[in-house]
């Protein structure tokens, strides 16, 4: 989605998202309905050309279906840690449950200074190096603000693991909102959710849903289709979270 639009009344309209969301109109306008001055919550909406509503669901949801690295995040392959931004569909690639996978479709999103001032949700998040524990991650590291890591809870095994956004996790020690004015997002699909090892650290692959495709601009959305023919029209089956979602404050 391209912020061209204003916020006016608690309201901000972002024109130009193209696309199909489980739906045969494509969406070309999403709106997004603001609580409070804060931002922080209330809902998104597509339309299509007619004005008519394709959807409606927090914007969190939404937002927090668009978990990315940024161009220089590390990760594992088995060729060594390669950049993100230098993955290609093919690369075999070291996950935590299902040793290496071959990657379906690397996907990117700019987001420039209009974007992000519009939207405090999509601006980026820096975690120091260390600032996960033992050590993680193992370089600084900037993602998505919806981008979950693997954490643990107490318990056992991975009854007690669970994904944790970095957006919950800004105000511990080293870990803030970056002052980035534009920030270029990538994403990893493999033929399921997975854990990958970016700059040392477990953290999720792309997960596709109708929020997180509604996120995606037409290239992207044009060139996962291409990976995963029919996702835009059909049910999206085979892709269920690698682990439980954790609770805003339940991370350890």
């Not at 109109?25 to 597509?46: K, Q, T």
């Not at 995963?228 to 979270?241: Q, R, Y």
Request: charged share 20%.
């Amino acid at each position: 989605m391209t912020a061209t639009g204003k916020i006016m009344h608690g309201t901000a309209l972002l024109d130009g998202a193209s696309g199909r969301i489980g739906s045969p109109n494509p969406v070309v306008e999403m709106r997004l309905h603001f609580d409070g001055y804060d931002e922080s919550s209330g809902r998104i909406e597509g339309r299509d050309a007619a004005g008519d509503q394709l959807f409606s669901m927090d914007i969190r949801k939404l937002l927090g279906s668009v978990p990315c690295f940024t161009a220089n995040s590390q990760i594992a392959t088995g060729q060594g840690m390669i950049p993100v931004s230098a993955l290609t569909p093919g690369t075999r690639v070291i996950t935590r449950d299902n040793g290496m996978q071959e990657l379906l479709w690397v996907g990117r999103r700019r987001f420039g200074w209009q974007a992000l001032g519009l939207n405090p949700l999509l601006r980026p998040v820096r975690i120091s190096a260390g600032a996960l524990g033992q050590g993680l991650p193992e370089r600084d590291m900037v993602v998505s603000p919806n981008h979950r890591f693997l954490t643990r809870m107490p318990g056992e095994g991975e009854a007690a693991e669970r994904l944790t956004m970095a957006r919950d996790l800004v105000g511990l020690y080293g870990i803030a909102c970056d002052a980035a004015i534009e920030v270029e997002y990538w994403q990893l699909l493999f033929a399921r959710h997975e854990l990958v090892l970016a700059d040392g650290s477990w953290s999720e692959s792309f997960l596709p849903t109708q929020a997180s495709l509604a996120a995606l601009d037409s290239e992207g959305r044009a060139a996962l289709s291409l990976a995963l023919p029919g996702i835009e029209t059909e049910v999206i089956t085979g892709f269920d979270s690698v682990r439980p979602f954790a609770e805003i404050g339940s991370a350890a």
